[in-house]
């Protein structure tokens, strides 16, 4: 395994690192939304992000004619103004009743998944470009998608030794944080904000499969064995870390040669359901 | 009315509601060291009441003046009816009321000992280290106090604190609030409908009919058994 490491790290490094990264990342944001029952947001975020890639794509923004048409900077700003402003009204929206917010998330997914095919169903290679950001590919990330990778998560690590448990109060009950008087409004909008980001990027990046799963799938897992919150908080990320690090090396395999972005998130999708079924028994 | 202590919070010609007022001329004065049971039907405005005086809704008309300990909130405990966070992710007892204290500066030995003295006190010593999630809904309560305690507060508002316990539940967690509110000198807000309870535990009982406020001795609902 350490030989396959040290030839295809060379080969993937970006690509490879890109994942990793946000196999770190992605499970602190499903935290937040496990915690406030918003798991379907995570989906829907990240599909409005790519209705604005296909908006993009729809206006020739960032095509470079490569066959990876949507590598452009501006596009990836348009795509996570979408996945921002879906973080944010899902964020807001959080304060009305659960039916209520999960008929919203399912809304946003559905339309940003069928107005983005719409879009692009007589683009020539808009097509192939969206079904490449609803499927996953981990290969096509760049070095510059690592470093936004890596500026995420250090960011995201900032904000957690710095507010961890403001956040966690916020995200969990924000009627008592409200009546102790944190800025709770101002809060729910700048976690909007940046899980937007973050999703909007890792679909970008590795493809809504990928995302999705690594936001929610590990905080799935560790909620059926954690015994704390602490808990939680550090082994959801090293699960995801550990089954994206599986999965890649078993996509690989000779006479195997699986995408890695399906591989991880059906690896992470049996652990968790592997840990469900032992906890019921 | 024999309990004077400083006053926290007072009311002057106070209209409460979103839209409508649903109360209005509220005159309303908090000391330290009350028990204040607040009640009235379902609809009334008294959630409506708590939120304004706590100046989270604005009032309609008329003013709230709490005392300057109580302008940053960190003098101030709130008990939700429900934790609604608890059962999404494994969070036990000493997670859960130390999140309580995450807005005041202090230190990590500080804040373990407030929050274990809290615990304590409301006699979840041996649970601290047990999932939320698998306590008993008393249990639950009594982790939502402790939070709230675990701020050394001067005003305590509990929404519903003996919602669907059972009688001999409900008496034993009045009896433990009662008894923290004289050990600490915190007054205790209660909006509740339980007058079985108002009649053993209260020193002072609001009462709401109509769009009015009356402030009514407890004897009045057959208390009080407390001593003031």
């Keep these: 395994m350490m030989d396959w490491l040290g030839e295809t790290m060379g080969l993937f490094f970006a690509a490879y690192g890109t994942a990793l990264a946000l196999a770190l990342l992605l499970p602190w944001l499903g935290v937040l ?249 | 009315m024999t309990t004077r202590g400083e006053v926290l919070l007072q009311t002057h010609g106070l209209a409460v509601g979103r839209r409508v007022p649903l109360l209005r001329d509220v005159a309303w004065e908090l000391h330290s060291g009350q028990c204040w049971f607040l009640l009235g039907p379902n609809g009334a405005g008294k959630s409506t009441l708590l939120l304004t005086a706590l100046g989270l809704l604005p009032p309609l008309a008329g003013s709230v003046s709490l005392h300057e300990s109580l302008w940053s909130r960190r003098s101030l405990g709130f008990v939700p009816q429900q934790d609604a966070s608890a059962v999404t992710l494994p969070i036990t007892v000493a997670e859960f009321v130390a999140l309580g204290l995450c807005d005041l500066p202090m230190s990590k030995a500080e804040l373990h000992e407030r929050r274990d003295r809290a615990i304590a006190a409301m006699g979840m010593a041996l649970a601290s280290s047990q999932k939320v999630a698998e306590l008993s809904l008393g249990q639950r309560r009594r982790t939502l106090v402790a939070r709230a305690m675990a701020r050394q507060p001067r005003l305590l508002v509990i929404d519903e604190p003996t919602a669907n316990l059972d009688p001999e539940t409900s008496m034993r967690f009045a009896a433990d609030l009662d008894r923290l509110r004289r050990e600490t000198g915190v007054c205790i807000v209660h909006a509740a409908h339980d007058l079985l309870l108002a009649s053993q535990f209260a020193t002072h009982v609001a009462r709401i009919v109509g769009d009015r406020l009356e402030v009514v001795e407890p004897a009045a609902i057959g208390g009080p058994t407390v001593p003031r």
Aim: hydrophobic fraction near 55%; glycine fraction near 10%; charged fraction near 10%.
């Design chain 1, 33 to 281: 939304l496990v915690l406030r029952q918003r798991v379907f947001t995570a989906a829907a975020v990240a599909q409005s992000a790519a209705f604005g890639f296909a908006v993009g794509l729809y206006f020739g923004i960032g095509d470079d004619h490569s066959g990876h048409g949507h590598d452009g900077p501006l596009l990836l700003l348009l795509g996570a103004s979408f996945g921002v402003f879906a973080g944010m009204f899902s964020m807001q929206r959080l304060r009305t009743a659960a039916a209520g917010l999960e008929s919203w998330s399912a809304v946003l997914f559905l339309l940003g998944s069928s107005g983005s095919m719409l879009l692009l169903s007589n683009s020539p290679h808009g097509m192939q470009d969206i079904q490449r950001l609803q499927l996953s590919s981990l290969l096509g990330a760049t070095p510059l998608d690592l470093a936004i990778a890596v500026a995420l998560l250090a960011a995201t690590l900032v904000a957690g030794i710095w507010c961890g448990p403001r956040i966690l109060l916020v995200a969990s009950d924000e009627g008592v944080a409200q009546v102790l008087g944190l800025p709770v409004r101002a809060w729910r909008t700048t976690l909007g904000v940046f899980i937007g980001l973050c999703l909007s990027f890792a679909i970008h990046a590795t493809g809504l499969l990928f995302a999705f799963g690594c936001t929610v799938l590990p905080v799935l897992f560790v909620r059926e064995v954690a015994p704390s919150l602490r808990a939680v908080l550090w082994l959801a990320p090293s699960v995801s870390v550990a089954t994206v690090g599986l999965a890649l090396w078993l996509a690989q395999l000779e006479g195997l040669d699986l995408p890695p972005g399906q591989t991880a998130v059906a690896v992470q999708a049996a652990v968790v359901a592997l840990a469900m079924a032992m906890r019921r028994r």
